[in-house]
């Protein structure tokens, strides 16, 4: 039994930002370490993104989609949650949502069909991750770019302790209360899972809060400003030498 079969059900597939959907909406919409941490970040990753058909992986409640179309992009977005797509679908009336398993293939889309994929914040929800970003690959057209974000795995390491490099599932409770089951994984796993789906890293950022953040919570901006302690992101394109290019 491979390592993936192994531990295929260690997250699964239930959908957890349900129970708080609504409230997670509330907190991002403006919240320090999603709006001005973490989606400037992805957003200038992606660079412009007019006239682009761009995919959003587990959307959330479209504030990423909101942003994207705003910038002129067309945007389809997935998410595992079902109440999450209908705040992203009410959010963005022009997009197209669905309600999606990363665990499942993208079957309902084509080969090379859209421009980018943007994948924030899910990728420690994932147990098959090569999979998943296998499935990305393929739908990406030749020029194509993916953005990912992550939690910061030396932040995660900081938190939980152990073995830094053992790829292994945390159960958290965080400070609303919402408890999340994911994965805590080192960077190099993330690069080798990447490269293992056909893709090569463009850059890789190590992003800081907006000045607007120390406006919000001076204490984490400050933290987060000298510390690797929150997310980081990632923009890789498909690598034409990889099998099925």
């Not at 039994?1 to 609504?22: C, I, K």
């Not at 997935?78 to 705040?87: A, C, G, N, Y």
């Not at 665990?103 to 090379?112: E, I, S, T, V």
């Not at 159960?171 to 893709?199: I, K």
Request: proline letters at 5%; charged letters at 30%; hydrophobic letters at 40%.
């Amino acid at each position: 039994m491979s390592e993936n079969e192994a531990v295929h059900d260690a997250v699964g597939t239930h959908p957890q930002y349900d129970v708080f959907a609504d409230e997670f909406l509330e907190h991002a919409h403006d919240g320090l370490f999603n709006a001005h941490y973490d989606r400037p970040a992805c957003l200038s990753l992606l660079g412009d993104v007019a006239g682009a058909d761009v995919l959003d992986a587990a959307c959330g409640p479209g504030l990423y989609a909101e942003e994207l179309t705003k910038r002129g992009a067309s945007v389809v977005g997935f998410d595992q949650s079902s109440r999450m797509i209908e705040l992203a679908q009410q959010r963005v009336p022009g997009g197209k949502f669905r309600t999606h398993d990363l665990a499942d293939p993208l079957d309902w889309l084509d080969d090379q069909s859209v421009d980018m994929v943007l994948f924030a914040l899910a990728l420690e929800y994932v147990d098959d991750r090569a999979a998943a970003l296998r499935e990305f690959r393929r739908v990406l057209r030749r020029d194509g770019a993916l953005v990912l974000s992550r939690q910061h795995p030396t932040g995660d390491w900081l938190r939980h302790g152990g073995d830094y490099f053992e790829a292994r599932v945390v159960d958290e409770t965080w400070s609303r209360g919402w408890r999340v089951r994911y994965w805590l994984a080192p960077l190099e796993q993330t690069c080798e899972e990447l490269h293992e789906a056909g893709f090569l890293i463009e850059r890789l950022l190590e992003p800081r809060p907006t000045a607007h953040a120390a406006d919000i919570d001076p204490e984490k901006y400050e933290r987060l400003s000298r510390e690797p302690t929150g997310f980081l992101a990632i923009r890789a394109v498909p690598n034409p030498r990889a099998n099925g290019l």
